[in-house]
Each structure stands twice: as structure tokens, then as C-alpha cells.
């Protein structure tokens, strides 16, 4: 609890010491990679070998699309720094995780990682490091390698069922279970 408690206060004041802007920034770095860390570390905690693979296949796909496109299109960011501006590289990484929760486990999963990536991309803009449509491209690659490559998440069917048998001389009963998935 106490490292807890530090590790909170070391992170406020690390970001209520900047400017807001620079807050803002700092907070949309971090939720832009928590967001498919979290995708991803769920199918490692739950076992979902076929998850891991579908996020694999959508988040690497969306890595490489989105550099792709950088290299090619070359467009300045707003900020006039050299990085290159379309797509939001930030914007596609959190949408492809937060989609990816959305389409493999739900909805009610997804809710608040679709409000943290929302928040990356307004803060890509807000902080002028990409125009509207960089981050609207962005979101776009992410969604859509995730819609592409991910499958709902089944729980297998498990039925067990309780069961009597007669022994071969029909004089004793032999109890057991039946297990079907």
C-alpha cells in the first residue's frame, strides 16, 4: 500500500510540475501504450493462445501501416518539428487495442479503453503534434486491423454431469461424472 501511495505521488508530481500542455502530453504517451498492453497481457492472464495470435496479427499489422504510410506521405506535423505527421502512430496503437477488447471480450470491457484512446487522439491535436486527420487516419488503421483480424473470445462449453451406472453383476452402483466441452 505504501508503495502504492509513493509511486501515485511520484507520477503527480512528476506531472502536475509541467506545463498543462506537456501534462496532457504525457498522459496521452502513457494511455497510448497501456491501452494494447492491457489487450495484450489479458490474453496472457486468461490463456487465450487464440487471442494472443489475432492481437499479434492487428497490432503488427497496424505498426507497420501506419510507418509505412509516414515514410510515404511525409506530410510536416502542425508543430513544424521533422517527425513525420500522418497517420497519429499514438491514435492507431490505442484504437487497435481498444478495438481488439471491444470485438474479442465485449463491450463493457472496451468502454474505457475507447474513452482513453478518444483521449489520445484529442491530445495528439490538442498538443500540436498532428492535424484532424491524422489522428482520424489513425484511428481508422487501428479499428480496422483489428476489426480484420480479431474473433469474439468463446468459453468453451463445459457440461458436467453427474452419473450412475450398474456394475457388470447388477449389485452395486458405480457413481461418476460425465464431462463434455
Given amino acids: 500500500m505504501k508503495k502504492s501511495l509513493l509511486l501515485i505521488l511520484l507520477v503527480s508530481t512528476l506531472l502536475f510540475s509541467q506545463s498543462k500542455e506537456s501534462r496532457i502530453e504525457k498522459i496521452g504517451d502513457y494511455v497510448q501504450l497501456a491501452i494494447p498492453a492491457t489487450a495484450w497481457i489479458t490474453t496472457l492472464a486468461i490463456g487465450d493462445t487464440q487471442g494472443q495470435y489475432d492481437f499479434y496479427k492487428s497490432f503488427f499489422s497496424t505498426f507497420a501501416t501506419t510507418h509505412a504510410l509516414k515514410l510515404t506521405v511525409k506530410e510536416e506535423r502542425p508543430d513544424g518539428s521533422n517527425d513525420k505527421s500522418f497517420p497519429s502512430g499514438h491514435t ?57 483480424f480479431t474473433e469474439p473470445y468463446k468459453v468453451k462449453n463445459v457440461e458436467v454431469m453427474p452419473v450412475v451406472f450398474n456394475s457388470i453383476d447388477n449389485k452395486q452402483n458405480i457413481y461418476g461424472l460425465k464431462i463434455t466441452w
Fill in 92 to 148: 492507431s496503437a490505442s484504437f487497435q487495442g481498444a478495438t481488439f477488447i471491444h470485438l474479442r471480450y465485449g463491450m463493457k470491457y472496451a468502454a474505457v479503453a475507447y474513452v482513453g484512446a478518444t483521449f489520445v487522439a484529442w491530445s495528439r491535436v490538442y498538443t500540436d503534434h498532428h492535424y484532424t486527420h491524422d489522428v482520424v487516419a489513425g484511428a481508422l488503421i487501428g479499428s480496422g486491423f483489428s476489426w480484420y
